[in-house]
């Protein structure tokens, strides 16, 4: 028997870029403090976010998230949507499009995204000149 695989079609509008960022989260409409969960974001654009979860979280959920950036003194607040779900063999990667940030909120998202970047293209010319060493 032959399975054919279907492609994914590629939705997001932005590149995302892989991070160790924790984060807290809870649903839409919970008190802060009810039900908030603490997590670690995975890869971050500013127009979503991968997270672990070591609980389910049904699709279409809206989440209320504080980002804990590196580079930010204060969280940084999204509300974001459950794009989707996969099981993993500890818990749940969650896919998550961000619906309402702040102006400031999206503005240190980027700036850590450019740093990043800057980072990344930096580290292997880094590596190159230690081995000419």
Same mark, same amino acid.
């Given at each position: 028997? =032959? ?7 590629? #939705?997001?509008?932005? #590149?995302?870029t /892989?991070?160790?960022? !924790?984060?807290?989260? /809870? @649903?839409?409409?919970?008190? !802060? ?9 995975? @890869?971050?654009? %500013?127009?979503? $976010? /991968? ?9 279409? /959920?809206? $989440?209320?998230?504080?980002?804990f950036l ?5 969280? +940084?607040? =999204?509300? %974001? ?5 996969? #099981?993993?063999?500890?818990?749940? @990667? ?8 702040s102006? #400031? &909120?999206?503005?240190?998202?980027? &700036? $850590? $995204?450019?740093v ?11 590596? +190159? ?5």
């Amino acid at each position: 028997m =032959v399975m054919k695989m279907e492609k994914r079609t590629e #939705k997001r509008k932005e #590149k995302r870029t /892989r991070a160790e960022i !924790p984060v807290d989260f /809870r @649903e839409f409409g919970e008190s !802060p403090g009810e039900g908030t969960a603490g997590s670690v974001c995975m @890869e971050l654009s %500013t127009g979503g $976010l /991968r997270l672990r979860s070591a609980r389910f979280i049904a699709m279409s /959920r809206r $989440l209320v998230m504080r980002i804990f950036l590196p580079t930010s003194g204060e969280p +940084v607040e =999204v509300l %974001t949507r459950v794009a989707w779900v996969r #099981k993993t063999s500890q818990g749940y @990667e969650v896919g998550n499009q961000i619906l309402e940030v702040s102006r #400031k &909120d999206r503005g240190s998202i980027k &700036d $850590l $995204l450019e740093v990043m970047s800057k980072i990344k293209d930096i580290i292997p010319a880094l590596k +190159v000149l230690a081995a000419d060493s």
